[in-house]
């Protein structure tokens, strides 16, 4: 890999870590001056390839801690009367994500912060297209049936109408 390629994952990792405003954070999480990172990111500097794999890991460390945090944050709200626990989505639009997801019509739910679909045979799919866990059990979250999932439809289409 080329210092050219090297500075496209780091301007990539650099934002996706802590937005457009990347290098003075990431200098400080490295413990380096941030005169070095515009440097690697210039490319008046050769960036070091270890700092790419240092890079990496605390991408999946702070992708790890958000989805612990919202876990967390999940189950506290949960029992609380004013944030519903399943909102159906209407017009949900995932091209950058899984556009394969639009090969059959599919009723979108946000269950507990996390997207989930109601196929029209009744299954339900997570935002991966998944059925079901490593371990065969379904991927929806404890307490959740797909009957749920039509009241919090039908529901909506009785407060506003039903727009599809």
Known sequence: MDNEDKIELL?????????SHWKPA??????????????????????????????LSLMHDRANLLARTADIVSREIRNMP???????????KLPEIRRELY??????????????ALNENGSVIDIH????????????????TVNDMLIAKN?????NGDYD
Request: glycine share 10%; charged share 30%; aromatic share 10%.
């Open 11 to 19: 301007e990539k990792m650099g934002t996706a870590i802590y937005g």
């Open 26 to 55: 990431l200098a400080s999480h490295l413990g380096i001056n941030d005169r070095s990172v515009r440097q690697w990111a210039s490319g008046e500097r050769a960036i070091p390839g270890s700092i790419i794999r240092e890079i």
């Open 82 to 92: 004013e944030c519903e626990r399943i909102i159906y989505q209407t017009n949900l």
């Open 103 to 116: 090969t059959e019509k599919r009723d979108w739910f946000d269950i507990d912060g996390r997207l989930y």
């Open 129 to 144: 297209g998944y059925e079901s866990d490593c371990y065969g059990m379904s991927v929806l979250p404890d307490g959740v």
């Open 155 to 159: 529901k909506y289409i009785a407060e």
